[in-house]
């Protein structure tokens, strides 16, 4: 069992940044594949970034390539999202997501278990 709880979210103006963090429990972290998705209201949940076990190999939605940052410390059990120059688009709640399997990075069902999520809002 793993539990995700995601912190870092809220209110900022286009242009601006944010930097989310996920905490997970359990030894086994390092070996989880973790993701990032989010979901705007009326909208289906989306990928929007995930990084391997080894942090070696990222994988980013081309909405927020060269925008946001995935990252992880397998010695803090936290993953990290640093999300620079936000758009209003960007705005929706942000879930941490984690796969046991490392299979389909990009693919919501690939990933076991979920946090609650926290909100982002981006203002024109």
């Known amino acids: 069992q793993v539990q995700l709880v995601e912190s870092g979210g809220g209110l900022v103006q286009a242009g601006g940044s944010l930097r989310l963090s996920c905490a997970a429990s359990?030894?086994?972290?390092?070996?989880?594949?973790m993701g990032w998705f989010r979901q705007a209201p009326g909208k289906e949940r989306e990928f929007v970034a995930a990084i391997s076990w080894s942090g070696r190999t990222t994988y980013y939605a081309d909405s927020v390539k060269g925008r946001f940052t995935i990252s992880r410390d397998n010695a803090k059990n936290t993953l990290y999202l640093q999300m620079n120059s936000l758009k209003p688009e960007d705005t929706a709640v942000y879930y941490c997501?984690?796969?046991?399997?490392?299979?389909?990075?990009?693919?919501?069902?690939?990933?076991?278990?979920w946090g609650q999520g926290t909100q982002v809002t981006v203002s024109s």
């Open positions: 997501a984690a796969d046991p399997s490392g299979l389909g990075p990009e693919r919501k069902a690939s990933y076991d278990y």
């Open positions: 359990g030894r086994t972290f390092s070996r989880y594949v």
